[in-house]
């Protein structure tokens, strides 16, 4: 039986917040001492570049929100079943509380880790809150997951989402703290190295931002339908590094969006459907975690990718150098800010995959290193949606044309201005601060010519459709 004074450790992972969390509010509400705990393990280890900074970017804004509450986040490295053994011996905790993942190595981990804490007598304890609806509750009329979006679509988008739970302004401390880790001393911004102060800038972490920047949207939601692909304007929600790192919840986002459209507020379904193509995502990982690894389609296995990482095309592509504006673009603004509009991800994706005939883990990878929004799910299934490879694809011969996908996202070429230097006499800051952020070793000026193009867009679109026939005759 549960000492009434023993304490809960709440293990937050990618859920940094105190509002819309059903764990959170668990513990809260049992009236008991709670122990905030971030644990710095491989998975987090394993991050790339630009997510890694930027979770400890949220980590530092989270703990201070704590403090506000009257609390305090303990930080500890090492094996996350090791951690938590050590914590509730030295505490005295009788429970742990965390919200559910659903990659596959954190559904192992998370497996593990709760069957371990039961042996030993402890309430180990798992709570949605990641997601709309969790991935065993939305399936087909024959009980099977969906694999193509619009039907899913179709499925979920009257039911009841439930409300977000009220936000946690107090928690009971232990009696004595445990000690913890210096944030510091993790190191979390090391990889991204001169990178970080050109891409601080664009980044503001932390729940009240989050909610800030989504009461922002509210104000130009209307036109969400009409201006989300325009390249050259600021009509997308910007939550996507929130809701990466649990800054903000997706039911907070849904029924703060839902309360907009009863007060009279048009155009809001184009971007619920889009938090669902989240959901199908992780609904997809939950289901086929092969997805984060291999062609979804296997009929794909036999393509004849590109699988040198380093080949001279792959590293035109990854130095924004291809000669293709619109595809350099999107890929200095990543550099730049640490995002990429939706839009160019498709286009600059759509390049390396076809006009470069470059498998798409290749380019899945490198978005994982540089991008403050990365996410498992949505990365993977955008490069393999792209590809052609992966559920509910774009159909390979679907080629996007970077030309022609400029002049209608970016007609007066606004957005290759902002971002691509060479050429300009004057170039904005933001142009020239991806020579900033870049390696040095890079060895790239402002000053030096724009490149020819690695392949002409007519001769690569042409080599990939002959590709494509041919692995459709073997």
């Known amino acids: 039986m549960e000492n009434e004074r023993s304490p809960i450790i709440m293990w937050f992972r990618r859920d940094l917040r105190l509002s819309d969390h059903p764990a959170l509010s668990a513990a809260a509400e049992t009236g008991r001492p709670v122990i905030p705990v971030f644990i710095c393990d491989d998975s987090v280890d394993a991050l790339g570049a630009a997510p890694k900074w930027r979770l400890g970017l949220g980590l530092k804004a989270f703990s201070n929100a704590l403090r506000d ?17 050590d914590l509730i011996t030295k505490t005295g905790a009788q429970s742990v509380f965390w919200s559910r993942a659903y990659d596959p190595e954190a559904i192992a981990r998370d497996t593990k880790i709760k069957a371990a804490l039961t042996d030993q007598n402890v309430l180990a ?3 949605s809150g990641r997601l709309l609806f969790e991935p065993w509750t939305v399936a087909t009329k024959t009980g099977q997951p969906f694999r193509v979006f619009t039907p899913m679509w179709r499925a979920v988008q009257s039911r009841d989402v439930p409300a977000p739970s009220t936000a ?11 000690m913890s880790d210096d944030l510091e001393d993790w190191r979390m911004g090391a990889e991204m190295q001169r990178g970080a102060a050109v891409v601080a800038p664009f980044v503001c972490p932390g729940e009240a931002a989050a909610f800030q920047a989504l009461h922002q949207f509210l104000n130009r939601i209307t036109d969400y339908s009409d201006h989300r692909d325009r390249l050259d304007m600021d009509g997308t929600s910007n939550l996507s590094e929130y809701l990466s790192l649990g800054e903000i919840g997706p039911r907070s986002v849904w029924h703060t969006i839902q309360q907009a459209s009863m007060t009279g507020v048009q155009g809001v379904e184009p971007y619920l459907r889009q938090l669902v193509w989240r959901e199908f995502a992780y609904h997809l990982m939950n289901h086929t975690p092969s997805l984060l690894t291999g062609n979804w389609k296997p009929e794909w296995d036999i393509f004849p990718w590109n699988t040198d990482a380093d080949s ?21 603004q990543m550099y730049v800010t640490g995002r990429m509009h939706n839009r160019a991800r498709m286009i600059v994706a759509s390049y390396l995959t076809k006009h470069l005939m470059t498998h798409w883990k290749i380019g899945m990878d490198w978005f994982a290193d540089c991008l403050v ?12 949606w792209v590809a052609g490879s992966g559920p509910d694809a774009s159909p390979f011969f679907r080629i996007f044309n970077p030309q022609t996908q400029q002049e209608k996202f970016d007609p007066h070429s606004r957005y290759v201005r902002q971002w691509v230097a060479e050429g ?51």
């Not at 509450?69 to 053994?85: C, F, N, P, Y």
């Not at 000669?323 to 999107?330: K, L, R, T």
């Open 69 to 85: 509450a009257g609390s305090k986040l303990i930080l500890r490295r090492g094996d996350a079943l090791t951690v938590l053994q």
């Open 125 to 127: 304890k798992s709570f």
């Open 168 to 178: 946690v302004t107090r928690l009971p401390p232990p009696d004595v703290w445990p």
């Open 312 to 332: 001279p095309e792959v590293i035109a592509w990854k130095q924004a150098k291809t000669g293709v504006p619109g595809v350099d673009a999107g890929l200095r």
């Open 373 to 384: 929004d990365w996410d498992p799910a949505a990365n993977a299934m955008g490069w393999q």
């Open 424 to 474: 300009q006499a004057n170039p904005p800051e933001t142009a020239l601060a991806y020579f900033d952020a870049v390696p040095k070793s890079w060895g790239l000026s402002p000053t030096d010519p724009y490149p020819q193009p690695v392949v002409a867009l007519a001769a690569g679109r042409a080599r990939a459709l002959a590709a494509y026939e041919g692995r459709k005759n073997q």
